[in-house]
């Protein structure tokens, strides 16, 4: 007996290839919103622990100002947040030294604030160094075997560079220097000294 052959017509085979297609355009995004749901609620958990540590300091809302767009980095870890301040901590540092520096070269500065200014500018390269150190000694703090000498050295040089900061103003205001020489200088090492107090705060709150 001879088979018979059956031919599906191709209307019906374009009906089911648009059906297809049409589940696969749903489930898509469908897929896509779920995960951009969940990084959006991953990344408000992340700010929201940014927030609650940053309360921790003296000035909280300059913390969460630079550290919050680094939340998908630092997400929940309170040594990742420590290591983030400091990187932003020294970044400011080396912005501070190099406004100083353009300071000093500057031409019709009388010679009592053309020293103010180089001795500031010899604090504040050692508070880059200082913090520089204490960056280093973090980056390595969880494989490190003397922890709590380690934490004792990254808070000894944090403080060493607040104190050179502290000096710095010191300087400009026990000396006789002019207003315009000194504003140009005083707003950047505030802001400094501001970075540099959370950084501490923060790191204080990791060893406790």
Known sequence: MEARSFTIPSCSLLFFALTVLLLISNINPTLAGTSTTAKSNSLKIYKNFIKTSCNSTLYPALCYKYLSSHASTIKTDSVKLC???????????????????????KGGLRPSEKAVIEDCNEE??????????????????????????????????????????????????????????????????????????????????LSN
């Open 83 to 105: 290591n983030t301040a400091l990187t932003v901590n020294l970044k400011a540092a080396n912005k501070t030294s190099a406004l100083v520096t353009s300071m000093a070269k």
């Open 124 to 205: 504040i390269d050692d508070c880059v160094d200082e913090l520089r150190k204490a960056s280093n000694v973090l980056d390595n703090l969880r494989d490190a075997l003397n922890k709590e000498d380690q934490m004792a050295d990254i808070k000894t040089w944090v403080s060493a560079a607040m104190t050179d900061e502290d000096t710095c103003m010191d300087e400009f205001e026990e000396n006789n220097v002019r207003e315009s020489v000194k504003n140009k200088i005083k707003k950047s090492i505030v802001d400094l000294r501001q970075i540099t107090s959370n950084s501490l705060a923060l790191i204080n709150r």
